[in-house]
């Protein structure tokens, strides 16, 4: 039972892990880092990958269950490269305009500036995927 549970949170923990690595040459770590939304590899890609794999793994590919993690997945990992980009594009957007305005320092105040890194590459979700996928059969094959 508890093998759906672990394999996924192992999977974001490598994935979260390697990112804090790769974002860690010549930078300090912050807070930030460790629950960041984007770059190398796909935290959230990770953790559906691993829960829809085990499942595959512990009922088939013909289960329910495996039909609704799968199905999931796919949802948020069309989110993580679609909507989530398209929304970095938005803040990338307001960040200009509210920067255009320099007489208004009220604006630049009142505002946070928007996050404008929020989405993945097909390349990172790919890598998040892989990870899901291998801490799933691991977890499989030696629990």
């Known amino acids: 039972m508890y093998i759906y549970l672990l394999s996924p949170i192992v999977a974001f923990l490598i ?6 690595i790769l974002r860690a040459t ?14 190398m590899p796909s935290g959230h890609t990770s953790i ?11 009922y088939g590919i013909s289960s329910p269950l495996f039909a609704i993690s799968f ?9 993580a490269i679609g909507l989530r980009n ?16 320099d ?10 500036k928007q996050l404008e890194k929020i989405g993945h590459t097909p390349a990172q979700v790919i890598v998040g995927g892989i990870i899901g996928a291998l801490t799933s ?4 094959l030696f629990y």
């Open 26 to 39: 010549g930078q300090k770590i912050t807070w930030h880092d460790i629950f960041s939304y984007s770059d």
């Open 137 to 140: 059969l691991g977890f499989f």
């Open 86 to 101: 398209y929304l970095g594009l938005h803040g990338k957007t307001i960040n200009i305009l509210v920067k255009d305005l």
């Open 15 to 20: 994935a979260q892990g390697l990112k804090i």
């Open 103 to 112: 007489e208004d320092d009220f604006l630049d105040n009142k505002y946070p």
């Open 48 to 58: 559906v990958v691993a829960i829809t794999t085990i499942i595959a793994l512990e």
């Open 71 to 79: 199905v999931f997945a796919t949802i948020v990992i069309a989110d």
